[in-house]
């Protein structure tokens, strides 16, 4: 592992002398190497760090952008739990009407003698009309 970092450090020791070196002879005969190469790697250049200015705006508002994320997916996952309880208080509702009797009721005589006295009584009672408030019956 340490031998890896050596070799690492040795071979750019060298790569940058030799581009000080490059860049010395350059200046002093006045003269430039490899100049089309030069203007081609120097497009690359400027596009890669283009691309490095765009990864490091991403990185940085990753947090941002998890959130939101986060927000949204719960936000979903609200919404089908409504949607789902929704649909099972329907269920619910068209299963209690099926296995109720009331959807079938017709109301019948009372077998019992007091309650019909009951209902006769109430049928027959006058009530005065001062008791009573406007458009209301007894």
């Known amino acids: 592992m340490v031998t890896t970092y050596v070799i690492g450090f040795v071979l750019s020791l060298f790569a940058i002398i030799a581009l000080f070196s490059v860049r010395y002879i350059e200046t002093t005969t006045g003269r430039v190497f490899f100049s089309p190469v030069r203007r081609t790697l120097d497009v690359y ?3 890669l760090e283009q691309f490095g200015k765009r990864i ?6 990753i947090p941002a952008l998890l959130l ?6 719960l936000h979903m996952f609200a919404v089908l739990v409504a949607l789902s309880a ?5 269920w619910a ?24 006295q009951v209902r006769h009584h109430k049928e027959t009672l006058v009530v005065p009309k001062e008791i009573l408030k406007d458009g209301q019956e007894f």
């Open 68 to 73: 939101a994320a986060m927000y949204w997916l």
């Open 93 to 116: 509702h068209q299963l209690a009407d099926s296995v109720s009797h009331k959807r079938n009721f017709e109301p019948r005589q009372t077998r019992s003698s007091f309650l019909r």
């Open 56 to 61: 490091v705006y991403a990185i940085e508002h």
């Open 45 to 47: 250049a400027r596009v």
């Open 86 to 90: 929704r649909s099972a208080e329907k």
